[in-house]
């Protein structure tokens, strides 16, 4: 008798942001690309960094995926809504080729903002989580003449981010509870998660239920950042702010130093000035989603504006906890999901 032979599926969560696309693997290896792409072919590879470079077509159309691409498409400002775009399909397939996924039957999670994921009545919106699911089902092909290998998706679910990075305190790489795991569960506990384009607020009670009424999202994070010091260092340099590009944001923001015709020029001050301001906004957005926080047990901040913000949110949020490499919390809780819980 015939031996039948079952094709192997992996597993990947795919933090699927406005700023950047998170992918985690089953060993727990984190991989990060910028959410950076432009309509058609618009680079030619050097061979330098080719597993962060790629060319797609979807839906008729090419697309170039590399950190840097001029005049980068805007995931905030999409004729269709970024989690349901073209675009959207494009990153999360380039980061599951950076994460080495290339032939590989994948199952995934992706994710929502909380606003996105719950309607008011704490409901999910399966609406909106169905038409994102069929999104990632577009026919996706790699290279200039389509040649390449792309993961195959045998599946996708879609979680709300926030609660991803709750779900990856509960259990670790091997699907086993954590230490921490009885007490997250059994305590009230805060989960913020400052994003690109976002900042993401859940709640939840003891026995893993959502508080609906301290939970939400703002319109704010890291990529408001990048909005302010390009419009401040515009002015100071007297020139447009479109001639600011993302590379001088990012070295003024590492470096506080920025190149103007080769001319390495400190701007510190600017950036302690405009990281302050946003970080004052984030704590506003906060607050009104959450209230006071003083009855809060754990309260866990992630995302990647735990990093920008680390020393701030220390200082304003007594006895928080950072998790290591938050910014790939959410995306490791989706892997966790994709593979044990889903």
């Given at each position: 008798?015939?031996?039948?032979?079952?094709?192997?599926?992996?597993?990947?969560?795919?933090?699927?942001?406005?700023?950047?696309?998170?992918?985690?693997?089953?060993?727990?290896?984190?991989?990060?690309?910028?959410?950076?792409?432009?309509?058609?072919?618009?680079?030619?590879?050097?061979?330098?960094?080719?597993?962060?470079?790629?060319?797609?077509?979807?839906?008729?159309?090419?697309?170039?995926?590399?950190?840097?691409?001029?005049?980068?498409?805007?995931?905030?400002?999409?004729?269709?809504?970024?989690?349901?775009?073209?675009?959207?399909?494009?990153?999360?397939?380039?980061?599951?080729?950076?994460?080495?996924?290339?032939?590989?039957?994948?199952?995934?999670?992706?994710?929502?903002?909380?606003?996105?994921?719950?309607?008011?009545?704490?409901?999910?919106?399966e609406?909106?989580?169905?038409k994102?699911?069929?999104?990632?089902?577009?026919?996706v092909?790699?290279?200039?003449?389509?040649?390449?290998?792309?993961a195959?998706?045998?599946?996708?679910?879609?979680?709300?981010?926030?609660?991803?990075?709750?779900?990856?305190?509960?259990?670790?790489?091997?699907?086993?509870p954590?230490?921490?795991?009885?007490?997250?569960?059994?305590?009230?506990?805060?989960?913020?998660?400052?994003?690109?384009?976002?900042?993401?607020?859940?709640?939840?009670?003891?026995?893993?239920?959502?508080?609906?009424?301290?939970?939400?999202s703002?319109?704010?994070?890291?990529?408001?950042?990048?909005?302010?010091?390009?419009?401040?260092?515009?002015?100071?340099?007297?020139?447009?702010?479109?001639n600011?590009?993302?590379?001088?944001?990012?070295?003024?923001i590492?470096?506080?130093?920025?190149?103007?015709?080769?001319?390495?020029?400190?701007?510190?001050?600017?950036?302690?000035?405009?990281?302050?301001?946003?970080?004052?906004?984030?704590?506003?957005?906060?607050?009104?989603?959450?209230?006071?926080?003083e009855?809060?047990?754990?309260?866990?901040?992630?995302?990647?504006?735990?990093?920008?913000?680390?020393?701030?949110?220390?200082?304003?949020?007594?006895?928080?906890?950072?998790?290591?490499?938050?910014?790939?919390?959410?995306?490791?809780?989706?892997?966790?999901?994709a593979?044990?819980l889903?």
């Amino acid at each position: 008798m015939a031996t039948k032979v079952t094709e192997s599926i992996k597993y990947a969560g795919v933090d699927d942001g406005f700023f950047s696309i998170k992918v985690v693997d089953e060993e727990g290896n984190c991989f990060s690309i910028p959410s950076c792409a432009s309509h058609d072919v618009v680079i030619g590879d050097m061979g330098n960094e080719s597993d962060k470079s790629f060319i797609f077509e979807t839906n008729g159309r090419k697309y170039t995926v590399d950190e840097s691409v001029p005049s980068p498409l805007d995931t905030r400002n999409l004729a269709q809504p970024y989690p349901l775009s073209d675009l959207n399909r494009v990153l999360v397939h380039a980061g599951l080729l950076c994460a080495r996924f290339a032939g590989e039957n994948v199952q995934v999670t992706t994710g929502l903002p909380v606003r996105d994921y719950y309607l008011p009545t704490t409901l999910r919106n399966e609406d909106l989580i169905n038409k994102k699911i069929e999104n990632l089902k577009g026919e996706v092909a790699c290279g200039i003449n389509n040649e390449l290998p792309i993961a195959t998706i045998v599946k996708s679910s879609v979680c709300s981010e926030g609660i991803a990075a709750y779900i990856d305190l509960l259990i670790d790489i091997k699907g086993k509870p954590t230490a921490e795991a009885e007490s997250l569960k059994n305590d009230l506990t805060a989960i913020v998660d400052i994003g690109g384009h976002t900042t993401d607020v859940a709640v939840l009670l003891p026995k893993m239920k959502i508080d609906i009424r301290r939970s939400g999202s703002a319109s704010v994070g890291v990529l408001s950042l990048y909005d302010e010091l390009q419009r401040v260092l515009a002015a100071k340099f007297n020139t447009n702010p479109g001639n600011i590009t993302k590379r001088q944001i990012e070295m003024a923001i590492t470096c506080e130093k920025v190149l103007i015709s080769r001319q390495e020029v400190d701007v510190s001050e600017i950036v302690t000035a405009q990281k302050s301001a946003l970080f004052e906004r984030i704590v506003m957005a906060v607050n009104q989603i959450l209230g006071n926080d003083e009855d809060i047990e754990h309260l866990v901040i992630v995302g990647g504006g735990a990093i920008v913000f680390d020393k701030n949110l220390k200082d304003r949020y007594k006895g928080c906890i950072i998790p290591e490499n938050p910014e790939f919390s959410n995306a490791r809780g989706m892997m966790k999901l994709a593979k044990y819980l889903q």
